[in-house]
Nanobody, 120 residues
Framework: QVQLVESGGGLVQSGGSLTLSCAAS????????MRWYRQAPGKERELVAT????????NYADSVKGRFTISSDNAKTTVYLRMNALKPEDTAVYYC?????????????WGQGTQVTVSS
């Protein structure tokens, strides 16, 4: 059974930094994507960053480009989101997502979420 366990959220002042971690277990697929989403109160869930296991390519939302960095460990079982120059508008619950496709069917797994609060 796939499990994603997030950690690293907290309260930080504007301009500060945090690193979120997402430890994945229970899967053996070699080609998958891991993503960080976030959801602020009263807003829809937003895709923040993506990393592709096959080639390590990454992609970011415009709102976080140049400030956030997504990466994974050598075993590719843990994904990180380094967040620099945090702004109050980055305040949200951050969710880790693992997705892969088998025979044209997509499988998605989610972490429990971790709260990030940026004070002004």
């Amino acid at each position: 059974q796939v499990q994603l366990v997030e950690s690293g959220g907290g309260l930080v002042q504007s301009g500060g930094s945090l690193t979120l971690s997402c430890a994945a277990s229970g899967f053996t697929k070699s080609n998958y994507a891991m993503r960080w989403y976030r959801q602020a109160p009263g807003k829809e869930r937003e895709l923040v960053a993506t990393i592709i296991s096959a080639d390590g390519s990454t992609n970011y939302a415009d709102s976080v480009k140049g400030r956030f960095t997504i990466s994974s460990d050598n075993a590719k079982t843990t994904v990180y989101l380094r967040m620099n120059a945090l702004k109050p508008e980055d305040t949200a619950v951050y969710y880790c997502n693992l997705a892969y496709i088998i025979l044209r069917s997509r499988y998605d797994y989610w972490g429990q979420g971790t709260q990030v609060t940026v004070s002004s």
